[in-house]
C-alpha cells in the first residue's frame, strides 16, 4: 500500500498535473476551437496531445497556412473545412480566378490524411481531376463531401464522387457553379449508394438530372433525412416524395402546371424543414396541412405576397428559421411576431428593385422590426434590408432580443429620405443590449452613421469576432476612434466608405485581434504607399486593382460597370501567394525598403 | 464645385431618367481617374479648328490628344471665344442627342481657359466626379468639425464619394430573379 502511494507520489512529483494516459482521455471532450487553440498553448505536451486528438479543424482562408504545414501538425485530422475567396465572391465582386486552388490540398489529403472522413470546401476552385484524386484516394472512407459554392468542375467529376465514394453519408453541392454535361453522376450514386442522408444540389442549375434516380436513392437509402434539389417539376417527385419515408428536409422543385392538379401531392410524414421554389398562392395549400410542425420555411426563392405570407406564417407556430424576401413586409412580420414564438433565426433578402415585380406592400421598415424584436424574444440571428429605420427600432432590439449572436442590416437605397438618421444612438443601445454579439453588420449610407457612432460601434462590441461596415462613418477620424475598441474583432470587412489607405492601415495596427482585413472603396493615395504603413511580418497584402466586368441586370441587359479596387490583408504562416492570377496584385513589401 | 452643376445642367444628358437627380445619376459610374487635369493642360490648341468644325460627326472614343483647349486670353477678347461657343453648342446639343450615349463634346471652363473635349459620355461623368472629388478634398479639410452635422452641400459632396458603390446583390437571388423575370415573360408575353 504505502509502496502504491510512493509510485503514485513519484509520478505526480515528476509530472506534476495530469499524467499524458488521463489527459489523453479528457482532452477528446474538448471540442471548441478556441478551448483546443487554448489548450495547445499550454506546454509542449500539451500541444502534441492536442494535434494527435483533434478530430476537426476550419481553415478560415486557405493561404494562410500550406498542406505541408497542415500535414506536420494535424496528420489525424478527420474532417477538415477549407474556405478560399472572400465572402465578397457570393456577391460577384471577386474576379472567378482569384485563387482558392483545392488541387494542393487534394494532394496532400490523398497522399498523407488516412483517418480524414469528411471534407468541406467553400469558395474554392475544384476541378475535375481534384474529385477524381479524392474518389480514388478517400473514396473508401469519405463520408461526407461538401463542394459549397465552389466552381471549376463539371458533372463528369461527380461521376468518379458517384462511383467511389459509396460510403458517403452527405453529398453537398450547393450554389457551386458545375458544368453540366448530363445526369449520369446521380444515376451512378443512385445504384452504388445506399446509406446517404444528406443530398444537396440545390441553387445549382442541374437540370439534366433524371428524377427516376432521385427516387431510386430515396428507395435505396434508408436514412434519406435532407433531400435539396434544382428545378425538378414537383409532379414528377410523388414516387420519391413517397419512397422518402424518414425525410425531414426538401428544397427545390418548381411548378409548372395546374395549380389543381398538385393535390395529388403527399408529402412525407416527418418533414418539419421546407423550401419549395417557384411555389405561388395558388400551390400554397399544399403545405397547410402540416404547417404546423414546419421549425424552417425558405421562402427565398419562392412566388408569394405579402398577404400569402401572412396566411401561411400564421400556420406555422413551431417555425424556428425564416427566410424570405422583404416582400414579407412589415405586416408579415407583425404576423410572425405574433405567431412564431420560438423563432431563432430570420433572415429577410432584397426582392427585386422594379415596382411591379413584387408586392406593393414588400418594405421592411422599423415597424417591422419593433413588433418582431417584441414577439420573438428566442432570435439568435437577425439579417435584414430594411427600405426605412429608426434609432427606436434599435433600441426595440437591443431592449427584447437578449440571445442576439449576429445582426446584419442593411439600408436599401431606393428611399431618397429616411425616417431617422444617423442611427448613432440606436446602433449603440443594440450593441450595448445585445450582450452575446458575435458578428455584425451594417450597410447604411453616406449620414447614415456618424464618426460617433462609429466610435460607439468600436466601445461597445467586446465579443464581435466579425463585421461588415458599409457606406458608414464621415472620416478617418471615425475609423481610428473604431479601432481603438473592438478588442475580439478577428475578420473586418469594409465598402463603400471614405477611409484613406492612411486610416485604414493606421485601424489595422490598432485592432489587437484582427487577422483578416477586405476593403472595397476607399480613398487611394497618389503614391498608393500608404498602405505599407501596416507592413508587417507575416501579414500579406493584396490588391485587386478597379477593373471592369460585365454584369447582367434583372433585365437581362448587358451593362459594364466599373468595380473599385479591393485591399485584402490577412496574416499568413505561408508566406505570400504565388498562384496569382492577372487581376490580383501582391504588394511587396521589401521592393519598397520597408524593414519588416 | 457650381461650375460642374453648370456643366450638368448644361448638357442635360440625363433628363429622360427618373427617380435620381441629375447630380447623383452622373455619379452613378465608379471610376477613378488620375492626372486628368494634367493631361488637360497638356492640350494642343493648334487642334480648337479642326475639332469645332468635325465634333458634331465624331463619334470616335475619346483620344486626349485629339482634344484641345484655348489659352486664357484677356477679358476683352474672352468674348471671342466665348461667343463663338453659343453658336456651337446648339449644334452640338442637337448632334449629342442624335447621337445617344456616344461621344459628345464636353466643354470646361477653368480659371480663364476654356477646353472643349470630344469624350463619350461616361468618360464625361467621371471627369465631373473626380471635379467635384477635388473640391470636395478642400472643404473636407477646413469644415472638420462640423462632420456630426454636415450641410447639405456638404451632404452632397459625401454622397458623391460614398454613394458610388451601390450594394451588390448575392448571386444566388440574382440568378432567381433573372430567372422569375424570364418565367412571367414567357407566361404573359403580352402582359408588358
Request: net charge negative.
Given at each position: 500500500m504505502e509502496q502504491n502511494d510512493n509510485k503514485v507520489n513519484k509520478t505526480m512529483t515528476t509530472q506534476p498535473g495530469m499524467s499524458d494516459v488521463v489527459l489523453g482521455c479528457v482532452m477528446p471532450y474538448i471540442d471548441d476551437p478556441k478551448d483546443r487553440d487554448a489548450v495547445s498553448l499550454v506546454c509542449r505536451r500539451w500541444y502534441e496531445l492536442d494535434a494527435l486528438t483533434r478530430k476537426h479543424l476550419t481553415i478560415a482562408l486557405c493561404y494562410t497556412t500550406s498542406p505541408d504545414r497542415l500535414r506536420r501538425r494535424f496528420r489525424h485530422l478527420e474532417s477538415l473545412k477549407l474556405k478560399g475567396k472572400p465572402r465578397a465572391a457570393m456577391f460577384n465582386l471577386i474576379p472567378e480566378d482569384w485563387g482558392g486552388y483545392v488541387t494542393p490540398w487534394v494532394n496532400e489529403i490523398a497522399e498523407n490524411f488516412n483517418c480524414l472522413k469528411s471534407v468541406h470546401f467553400r469558395r474554392m476552385i475544384v476541378q475535375d481531376s481534384d474529385l477524381e484524386v479524392l474518389a480514388r484516394s478517400r473514396g473508401k472512407v469519405l463520408q461526407v463531401l461538401k463542394l459549397d459554392k465552389?466552381?471549376?468542375?463539371s458533372t463528369d467529376g461527380l461521376l468518379h464522387v458517384g462511383r467511389m465514394c459509396r460510403q458517403l453519408r452527405t453529398l453537398f453541392l450547393e450554389e457551386s457553379s458545375i458544368i453540366e454535361k448530363d445526369g449520369q453522376w446521380l444515376h451512378e450514386l443512385a445504384v452504388n449508394n445506399s446509406v446517404l442522408m444528406t443530398l444537396n444540389f440545390y441553387m445549382t442549375d442541374l437540370v439534366k438530372v433524371r428524377f427516376e434516380d432521385l427516387e431510386l436513392i430515396a428507395r435505396n437509402c434508408r436514412y434519406l433525412v435532407s433531400v435539396k434539389i434544382s428545378d425538378c417539376e414537383i409532379l414528377d417527385l410523388v414516387g420519391f416524395f413517397h419512397a422518402a419515408s424518414v425525410l425531414e428536409e426538401f428544397c427545390g422543385g418548381s411548378f409548372n402546371d395546374q395549380p389543381e392538379r398538385y393535390s395529388v401531392v403527399s408529402f412525407p410524414p416527418r418533414l418539419c424543414r421546407l423550401g419549395l421554389t417557384y411555389m405561388g398562392k395558388n400551390e400554397m395549400p399544399i403545405v397547410f396541412p402540416f404547417a404546423s410542425l414546419l421549425k424552417k420555411l425558405d421562402l427565398l426563392y419562392a412566388l408569394l405576397d405579402t398577404e400569402d405570407h401572412c396566411l401561411l406564417i400564421q400556420r406555422c407556430p413551431n417555425l424556428e428559421v425564416l427566410e424570405t424576401r422583404n416582400v414579407i413586409g412589415d405586416r408579415g412580420l407583425e404576423v410572425l411576431a405574433r405567431s412564431c414564438k420560438r423563432l431563432k433565426r430570420l433572415r429577410i433578402e432584397r426582392g427585386a428593385d422594379e415596382q411591379e415585380m413584387e408586392d406593393e406592400e414588400g418594405v421592411v421598415s422599423q415597424r417591422g422590426l419593433m413588433a418582431l424584436s417584441q414577439g420573438c424574444l428566442e432570435l439568435e440571428y437577425l439579417a435584414v434590408y430594411v427600405s426605412d429605420i429608426t434609432n427606436a427600432s434599435l433600441q426595440y432590439i437591443g431592449t427584447y432580443s437578449k440571445n442576439l449572436c449576429d445582426f446584419r442590416l442593411v439600408l436599401l437605397d431606393k428611399e431618397e429620405r429616411i425616417t431617422d438618421l444617423p442611427l448613432d444612438n440606436g446602433v449603440r443601445d443594440l450593441l450595448r443590449g445585445c450582450e452575446k454579439l458575435r458578428r455584425f453588420a451594417l450597410y447604411l449610407r453616406p449620414g447614415g452613421l456618424t464618426d460617433v457612432g462609429l466610435g460607439y460601434i468600436g466601445q461597445y462590441s467586446p465579443k464581435v469576432r466579425w463585421m461588415l461596415l458599409g457606406s458608414v462613418g464621415g472620416s478617418d477620424a471615425g475609423l481610428l476612434e473604431f479601432s481603438r475598441g473592438c478588442p475580439s474583432l478577428q475578420k473586418l470587412e469594409v465598402r463603400g466608405c471614405c477611409f484613406s489607405e492612411r486610416a485604414l492601415a493606421a485601424s489595422v495596427m490598432q485592432l489587437t485581434s484582427l487577422r483578416y482585413l477586405w476593403v472595397q472603396g476607399y480613398r487611394a493615395s497618389d503614391s498608393g504607399c500608404d498602405l505599407l504603413a501596416m507592413a508587417r511580418p507575416f501579414w500579406n497584402i493584396e490588391l485587386i486593382p478597379a477593373r471592369r466586368i460585365v454584369m447582367t441586370d434583372q433585365v437581362g441587359e448587358a451593362d459594364v460597370v466599373e468595380d473599385p479596387a479591393h485591399i485584402l490583408a490577412y496574416y499568413s504562416l505561408?508566406?505570400?501567394?504565388?498562384?496569382?492570377?492577372?487581376?490580383v496584385i501582391r504588394l511587396d513589401t521589401s521592393a519598397t525598403g520597408v524593414e519588416l | 464645385m457650381s461650375r460642374a452643376t453648370v456643366e450638368l445642367d448644361f448638357f442635360g444628358m440625363e433628363k429622360a431618367n427618373s427617380g435620381k437627380t441629375q447630380f447623383q445619376k452622373f455619379l452613378d459610374r465608379r471610376r477613378s481617374f488620375r492626372g486628368i487635369q494634367g493631361a488637360i493642360s497638356k492640350m494642343n490648341p493648334e487642334l480648337i479648328k479642326s475639332v469645332i468644325s468635325s465634333g458634331s460627326t465624331n463619334r470616335s472614343p475619346v483620344d486626349w490628344r485629339k482634344s484641345f483647349s484655348v489659352p486664357s486670353s484677356p477679358k476683352e477678347d474672352r468674348s471671342s471665344p466665348v461667343s463663338s461657343l453659343p453658336i456651337l453648342n446648339p449644334a452640338f446639343m442637337s448632334s449629342s442627342s442624335e447621337d445617344g450615349p456616344d461621344t459628345a463634346p464636353l466643354t470646361i471652363f477653368y480659371n480663364g481657359t476654356v477646353s472643349v473635349f470630344n469624350v463619350p459620355r461616361d468618360k464625361a461623368e467621371s471627369i465631373f466626379k473626380l471635379a467635384v472629388e477635388g473640391s470636395s478634398k478642400n472643404i473636407e479639410s477646413t469644415d472638420s468639425s462640423k462632420i456630426s452635422n454636415p450641410s447639405s452641400e456638404q451632404q452632397n459632396l459625401l454622397e458623391t464619394r460614398n454613394g458610388d458603390l451601390p450594394i451588390a446583390r448575392r448571386k444566388s437571388l440574382q440568378r432567381f430573379l433573372e430567372k422569375r423575370k424570364e418565367r412571367l415573360t414567357c407566361a404573359s408575353p403580352y402582359a408588358w
Open positions: 465552389c466552381s471549376g468542375f505561408a508566406g505570400p501567394r504565388t498562384d496569382f492570377p492577372e487581376t | -
